[in-house]
């Protein structure tokens, strides 16, 4: 096979890994920060914990693009659960 099927693979390997990290950092943090706001300080502590350990852990084990996209994923998360929540609207029609 020519060179460039296996350059163009690797590639989408690369792209399709950083992708798969900014997804589940950014579901993991929307977890985290949904369950942070209305928990007991127990759960609060673990839940900072646990999302900090994997972050170092990913940061050392990981290459540093999938770390960098982990990050900005839950990064992401963190400023969506900032923003304020929208009413909803009842726009059904009365009888």
Do not use: C
């Amino acid at each position: 096979m020519p060179q460039i099927v296996f350059d163009i693979s690797a590639f989408l390997g690369i792209l399709l890994r950083a992708l798969g990290f900014l997804v589940f950092g950014f579901a993991i943090g929307h977890f985290v920060f949904d369950n942070f706001k209305d928990s007991e300080w127990q759960l609060k502590i673990a839940l900072a914990l646990g999302l900090f350990g994997l972050l170092i852990g990913l940061t050392d084990f990981a290459s540093p693009g999938s770390a960098g996209a982990f990050a900005l994923g839950a990064g992401g998360a963190y400023f969506m659960s900032m923003m304020p929540m929208s009413k909803p609207t009842d726009d059904t029609p009365k009888n």
